[in-house]
């Protein structure tokens, strides 16, 4: 397991809380869990997304795994009006021992933080039932494009994906899912694609996900500046540049994450 990049600060756990709500319109128009009755949540984090998950399919029961307790307590918290719905187990995705067995996975903004991801996904089919059903949404942060180009925010957005691969994670993960699920052995594997693009022609939702992205690119700057990859310097030059993005009468704002759903 790599370390995660973001931390497990309350204000990094609220930001997941938050993020959930952003993106929900962006995720979920595609997943369908609705003949499904026990779902496996790999790498749930503080629950945002089981939340979600939670309401739109009512007879869903979701086994929460993730292996940081400190982000499992919080889940338990903030999942307190479920109860009965939903459970938690702390293990290492890549080193699952559970007991239960499920007809659904679901795994979102997980495997990008994961070295070897292909091994959690070799790793859950022991907890799976035939013809389980699989969704999974994953990052792929080459396709971010924006102008204008401004060197603050280049210089960090590099760095912020090199950082994530030294500590063993991949920021295009979403990117490779297909060929991972293949060679792990599931079928009917279809991808897609979601995010936005955007402009002064929505100025109001630029400016929306610009200061979520702002957000999401500060969430690791900590661990950075602690590594000596950035400065306090480069952080505020890259809130500066995305804020100028935000009011320039030719701003594009473009990024495409990618989804999986497959068939054991």
Same mark, same amino acid.
């Given at each position: ?7 497990? +600060? ?17 995720? /979920? ?5 609705? *003949? ?5 949540? +790999? ?15 009512? =007879? ?19 999942? @307190? ?10 293990? *290492? ?9 499920? *007809?659904?996975?679901? +795994? ?29 949404? @994953? ?16 210089? /960090? ?32 594997? @279809? ?15 630029? +400016? ?30 890259? @809130?500066? =540049? ?12 473009? /990024? ?9």
């Amino acid at each position: 397991m790599s370390t995660y990049l973001h931390g497990f +600060i309350p204000e990094e756990q609220q930001r997941l809380i938050d993020q959930a709500g952003i993106l929900g319109s962006l995720i /979920y128009p595609r997943i369908d869990f609705s *003949d499904c009755k026990n779902l496996l949540e +790999i790498g749930s984090g503080v629950g945002a997304q089981t939340e979600v998950l939670l309401k739109l399919f009512p =007879d869903l029961h979701i086994t929460c795994v993730d292996y940081s307790e400190s982000q499992l307590e919080m889940a338990r918290k903030n999942l @307190e009006q479920f109860s009965g719905r939903v459970s938690f187990i702390c293990q *290492d995705a890549k080193q699952l021992e559970l007991t239960g067995k499920y *007809d659904s996975v679901f +795994i979102c903004w997980a495997l990008e933080h994961i070295s070897e991801p292909i091994e959690v996904l070799k790793g859950m089919k022991n907890s799976l039932l035939p013809g389980s059903k699989i969704w999974i949404t @994953e990052v792929f942060n080459s396709s971010f494009y924006f102008f204008p180009k401004l060197p603050g925010l280049e210089r /960090y957005y590099e760095a912020y994906n090199k950082f994530q691969i030294s500590l063993g994670g991949d920021p295009d993960v979403g990117a490779k899912l297909g060929n991972m699920l293949k060679v792990a052995g599931y079928t009917e594997i @279809e991808l897609s694609h979601g995010g936005f693009h955007l402009d002064q022609t929505n100025p109001g939702e630029l +400016i929306k996900i610009i200061t979520y992205w702002k957000g999401l690119m500060k969430s690791g700057s900590n661990s950075m500046i602690q590594a000596g990859v950035i400065s306090k310097k480069e952080v505020i030059s890259m @809130e500066n =540049d995305l804020d100028q993005i935000a009011k320039d009468e030719n701003a594009v704002f473009f /990024y495409q994450f990618v989804q999986a759903k497959a068939i054991l």
